[in-house]
């Protein structure tokens, strides 16, 4: 079992940065590729980023590209989204996810079967 608690969220405004984290509590950190999706009231949940188990490969989707960047510390247990450039339509509640890893990185919200709370992300305009 994963549980993950993410942190870091909070009200900025456009053009701002903020950096989530999340913190994982399990033996086997490692093992698992880890994911970011965000969930705007009324909307699916969307996939922003994933990394690989050993942090060397990375998977953004076009939103997230060139603004957002994930990466870990296995021995911290901890993952982070480094979130530049932000904008209002960024505005959601951010979870983490983990998934068992896997020979290519996800992007389908089904295939995590571990995630977070969730962190609320508000960038006004």
């Known amino acids: 079992q994963v549980h993950l608690v993410e942190s870091g969220g909070g009200l900025v405004q456009a053009g701002g940065s903020l950096r989530l984290s999340c913190a994982a509590s399990?033996?086997?950190?490692?093992?698992?590729?880890m994911g970011w999706f965000r969930q705007a009231p009324g909307q699916e949940r969307e996939f922003v980023a994933a990394?690989?188990?050993?942090?060397?490969?990375?998977y953004y989707a076009d939103s997230a590209k060139g603004r957002f960047t994930i990466s870990r510390d296995n021995a911290k247990n901890t993952v982070w989204l480094q979130m530049n450039s932000l904008k209002p339509e960024d505005t959601a509640v951010y979870y983490c996810?983990?998934?068992?890893?896997?020979?290519?990185?996800?992007?389908?919200?089904?295939?995590?079967?571990?995630w977070g709370q969730g962190t609320q992300v508000t960038v006004s305009s």
């Open positions: 996810a983990a998934t068992f890893r896997a020979p290519y990185l996800r992007d389908r919200a089904n295939d995590y079967a571990h």
């Open positions: 399990t033996r086997s950190f490692s093992n698992y590729d």
């Open positions: 990394l690989s188990w050993g942090g060397a490969v990375t």
